[in-house]
């Protein structure tokens, strides 16, 4: 089978993931935390494009970056991980920069400094978009221009929203315009889970929209069928840092979904690889490979149900 082809248009960031006992955190001065403090090159752009590539995809990866030490870190490190970054740029002041305190029960907390990122631009007109199979464009300021550049060549758009709680939000509202493929959290829902989908693609109409749950699953409608099916989530062991576990559902979909996969069993894969990503800290780490995926699939495929 020929290698699918992703542009992900993202953002990258350097994170420094912290153990905590509990929440809320009690105050001390210091704390000595022995290998609970770990730091790595992340972002939602970063985790989707490691991902693809681990799952045997060929990825170029978009993205703006600061002239720092992180910069040459990420760039050191995701060439490294075989994506192709010759579309970054460093035009940002400073490279992002997050901090994930997580504890055992997986509750976190996430302070984000996307720096200057979102007041600058990034100009995708001379971008080749003939080349790729898919865009999947992570719903940051600069990939906005992607969108329509992206329906216009014909290529299929996959989004995730993350948290929404309002189809006409005014930030993520344009992102599921142009998306065929919709993933979005359960976090923040205003009304009753299928309701709300069903809402969604009467306004946007997505080809899959996928309701990720955590724990509990994941709810996907296909259109082209007019259904609605659930998920269980896979079980392979007790999770360390559920930090990048959506990230890694929605890519891992979108990656078997390009190979010709029908939607079930894309998704019910894409649960099993979230799974096993869920078992290492740090949101670009755990990554599976195909071959790997299929191994742990036999043994821990989740159940569905059609709605």
Known sequence: ????????????????????????????????NFFGVSSCVSGVGCNVAKALSTLGGRVTLATLLGQDVTADIA???????????????????????????????GRRRIECDLKDIQETAYDFDSVDLSVFDAVIACNINFSRPLLHKAKN???????????L????????SEFMRYADIL???????PCEPQAFLRTIENAYGCRIIVLGQGGRGALMYVRDE????????????????????????FSSFVSLYCEGLAPVECLKRAEVFAAAKILTSGASNGFVTRERL?????????GICEK
């Not at 709680?165 to 993520?172: A, G, T």
Request: hydrophobic share 40%; aromatic share 10%.
């Open 226 to 249: 007019d259904r609605f099916y659930s998920f269980t989530a896979a079980r392979l062991g007790t999770p360390i840092n559920t930090v990048g576990a959506g990230d890694s559902l």
């Open 1 to 32: 089978m020929m290698r699918q082809h992703f542009l992900v248009s993202g953002l990258v960031n350097w994170e420094t993931d912290c153990r905590v006992d509990r929440f809320p955190i009690d105050y001390a001065p210091i704390h000595y």
């Open 75 to 105: 760039l050191r490190e995701l060439t490294a991980a075989g994506i192709d970054c010759t579309l970054a740029r460093r035009a940002l002041k400073e490279t992002p920069a997050s901090t994930v305190l997580y504890d055992h029960e």
């Open 183 to 189: 993933f979005l959290s359960d976090e923040k829902l």
């Open 165 to 172: 709680s309002d189809i006409h939000d005014d930030y993520n």
């Open 153 to 163: 060549a014909g290529i299929p758009v996959a989004v995730d929203v993350h948290t």
């Open 294 to 302: 299929e191994e742990l699939y036999a043994g821990a495929a989740p």
